[in-house]
Antibody, heavy 122, light 105 residues
Framework: QVRLVESGGGVVQPGGSLRLSCAAS????????MHWVRQAPGKGLEWVSL????????KYADSVKGRFTISRDNSKNTLSLQMNSLRVEDTSVYYC???????????????WGLGTLVIVSS | IQMTQSPSSVSASVGDRVTITCRAS??????VAWYQQKPGKAPKVLIY???SLQSGVPSRFSGSGSGTDFTLTISSLQPEDFATYYC?????????FGQGTKLEI
């Protein structure tokens, strides 16, 4: 079955960096756009970033633009999110999610991974 | 695009019919999805393209609407339906979510 497993979360000081990974299995990874979506503790959902199935197109939320970089390795079925200049307000559970439809993105998210918690605190 | 859900919370009983509404700040045709999230779990999509039922989702869930006004209806609440529900627009970047509706017993 389709499976997404995030890793790399942890505690980091403001201004620090962290790299999240998402290991995908059970589907043709290089056929789907992938997303990162985050959720601050007790809060709602916020879309963070998209990468197209071939890695050529990338989009970011304004709140992370210039600080976060999304990438993928289709040979390893892995999605990544490099997070630099982290802020307290970046504290969230970070989910990787597949686009629902193969090919060009439609921005429906399914399935989702279990998430990885990032805490930015001094 | 801002998505505004109502109500923010609702109390209901098993067997009740429940409707949650979502209003977009501009016309998004049918580019809306609905997600269910249970505590400590990842969200899962129920409805996409306003009214398309995702595979494996029970038929008691339905979605409707177009333009700026959308609804999620649960025809007969089951115990496993008590959760938080989010609408999301996919018409324009960035994709945005409503603030959530907590469905409580």
């Amino acid at each position: 079955q389709v499976r997404l497993v995030e890793s790399g979360g942890g505690v980091v000081q403001p201004g620090g960096s962290l790299r999240l990974s998402c290991a995908a299995s059970g589907f043709t990874f290089n056929g789907y756009a992938m997303h990162w979506v985050r959720q601050a503790p007790g809060k709602g959902l916020e879309w963070v970033s998209l990468i197209s199935y071939d890695g050529r197109s990338k989009k970011y939320a304004d709140s992370v633009k210039g600080r976060f970089t999304i990438s993928r390795d289709n040979s390893k079925n892995t999605l990544s999110l490099q997070m630099n200049s982290l802020r307290v307000e970046d504290t969230s559970v970070y989910y990787c999610a597949r686009d629902l439809v193969a090919g060009l993105w439609q921005n429906w998210f399914d399935p989702w991974g279990l998430g990885t918690l990032v805490i930015v605190s001094s | 695009i801002q998505m505004t859900q109502s109500p923010s919370s609702v109390s209901a009983s098993v067997g009740d019919r429940v409707t949650i509404t979502c209003r977009a700040s501009q016309d998004i045709t049918t580019w809306v999805a609905w997600y269910q999230q249970k505590p400590g779990k990842a969200p899962k999509v129920l409805i996409y393209a306003a009214s398309s039922l995702q595979s494996g989702v029970p038929s008691r869930f339905s979605g409707s609407g177009s333009g700026t006004d959308f609804t999620l209806t649960i025809s007969s609440l089951q115990p496993e339906d008590f959760a938080t529900y989010y609408c999301q627009q996919a018409n324009t970047f960035p994709p945005t979510f409503g603030q959530g509706t907590k469905l409580e017993i």
